[in-house]
């Protein structure tokens, strides 16, 4: 392992010196009531407020799709039971007429043994 040459107080002056540099970099920065600053603020909070925006018409955009969406499934719902309750009702007419045709039928036979046995 290689000597270590740099003695604590070497190390102390180094970490002095960082946090030096360290604390000057923050002072160079601009401060808050600095008028680039607070146009940079103001941008961002313009720019955050049209993506709040935009996000509101988005999700007001898909709620109304999502209506429309429901309303229609409700729409083809009402046609299907409205088809189904036809279909049913001409199956009970036709059950009905075919029900009159086998009584018909069954009385003429009645008739023709009455006939018959006469």
Sequence with gaps: MP???????????????????????????????DPEVQERIAQQVALAKAREDRIAAKKIQ?????????????????????????????????ALAMLAEQKAARDARYAARKARKK
């Design 3 to 33: 000597a270590f040459k740099d003695d604590f107080s070497d190390r102390q002056q180094n970490a002095a010196a960082a946090r030096k540099a360290m604390l000057e970099k923050f002072k160079s920065q601009p401060k808050a009531d």
């Design 62 to 94: 898909k709620e109304t799709e999502r209506i429309a969406r429901e309303a229609e499934a409700k729409r083809l719902e009402e046609e299907r039971i409205a088809a189904e309750k036809e279909a049913r009702r001409i199956e009970g007419e036709q």
